[in-house]
């Protein structure tokens, strides 16, 4: 148990659903990520958040929206998704967010859009 | 930007061998970290290097970080099948880390 929780672990959507990723850290951490992992890319960084503000938006489409309402929790909001964008969607948390920092993975969510 | 590569992309090793990964930073990194992720699992912290030319074990797995730290390797000697997963390696340059593309490691028994 690393101390950081996704819901819904899997989740099926058509590429008009609007859906939402949670995810949440009891860790007392103050930074927090969205990751994407495929095939073609195994770790690939979306969005940073540092005690709830953006710091880092890695050239990520506008149908894929981020919230951060406080420190513990980080939310991703999906409209209007396609096929490719079916992948594992991992959050994960650090202390801070200097790169000496350890950074700590949720379970993911496995995400399929039809 | 940043880059940071690791070969190979796949490894397949009877159980018994030992089996190598090896990071690569297009810049000098302030420090590298390791990860591994289980099939079906998440990634989980293994170990972070600091220092230039450290060397840090773990039972069966030894670390080094390159002299110019621009560079690191995972060695595990004498593979067991609950070594199967993807390794990542991770540097940090301009304080923000950057995982490598992993590699990904199966043993046959």
């Known amino acids: 148990e690393t101390g950081v929780t996704q819901t819904p672990r899997h989740l099926v959507m058509g590429m008009t659903n609007k859906k939402s990723l949670k995810c949440e850290q009891h860790?007392?951490?103050?930074?927090m990520y969205w990751y994407k992992q495929s095939a073609k890319k195994p770790l690939e960084l979306m969005f940073v958040?540092?005690?709830?503000?953006?710091?880092e938006n890695n050239s990520v489409p506008s149908r894929f929206s981020p919230e951060c309402p406080n420190s513990s929790h980080l939310f991703l909001h999906l409209h209007t998704l396609q096929p490719e964008d079916s992948a594992l969607y991992l959050c994960?948390?650090?202390?801070?967010?200097?790169?000496?920092?350890?950074?700590?993975f949720g379970p993911g969510t496995r995400l399929t859009v039809l | 930007g940043q880059q940071v590569m690791q070969i190979p992309q796949y490894q397949h090793v009877q159980e018994g061998e030992d089996f190598t990964t090896y990071c690569n930073s297009s810049?000098?990194?302030?420090?590298i970290q390791w990860y591994k992720q289980r099939p079906g699992g998440h990634p989980v912290f293994l170990i972070q290097?600091?220092?230039?030319?450290e060397v840090k074990k773990q039972k069966r797995l030894t670390f080094q970080f390159g002299e110019a730290k621009k560079n690191s390797s995972l060695h595990i000697t004498a593979t067991q099948t609950t070594d199967v997963g993807t390794y990542f390696c991770?540097?940090?340059?301009?304080?923000?880390?950057?995982f490598g593309g992993g590699t990904r490691l199966m043993v046959k028994p």
């Open positions: 810049t000098t990194l302030s420090n």
């Open positions: 958040y540092s005690l709830e503000e953006r710091v």
């Open positions: 290097l600091v220092k230039s030319g």
């Open positions: 860790l007392g951490h103050n930074a």
């Open positions: 994960a948390s650090s202390q801070g967010l200097g790169g000496a920092d350890t950074q700590y």
């Open positions: 991770a540097g940090n340059a301009g304080n923000m880390l950057t």
